[in-house]
């Protein structure tokens, strides 16, 4: 049973404050026409607030900045909670699989830190997480491991959430 991730409605999201924002990877794309190139670009971004919330953005234009500017938009948008433990780690391994990419997350003891990869480093920073492992199969395109890891973090669930669905203690 696999869980979508939930994202926060807009009027939950507008009400954040503390959000900041970290661009993983802007590409350039050519189009050749008559009278030569024609560049556009992409950017991908992740915003939260360090706390438990974080959302992931990606924005196109013929201009960087115009293109920064419609990746945070778009990140504060798609905002989503994530489920930690109060030890700053996540509750429980998953897996998480977007296209070509696979990505598993893992929970690490206290003072471990993050040790991921920049894209996936950069949710997890922002999510507010201070410990875990992660490892990525497959393709490694920084768009599609964070679409994973999004994956990966909506399936997460609290020994409570358990406790209530199955109506045993664990």
Known sequence: MKAKPTYLDTAESAELENISEILIKINRSAAVVKGGRRFSFSALSVAGNRDG????GFGKARQ????????????RKHMMRVKLTPEGTIPHEVTGIFCGSQLRLIPASPGTGIIAGASVRAVCEMAGIKDILTKAYGSTNPVNLVKATFEALGQLRMRETV???RGVKL
């Open 53 to 56: 919330i974080v959302g992931h």
């Open 163 to 165: 406790e209530e669905l």
């Open 64 to 75: 960087v900045p115009a293109a920064i500017e419609k990746a945070a938009k778009d990140a």
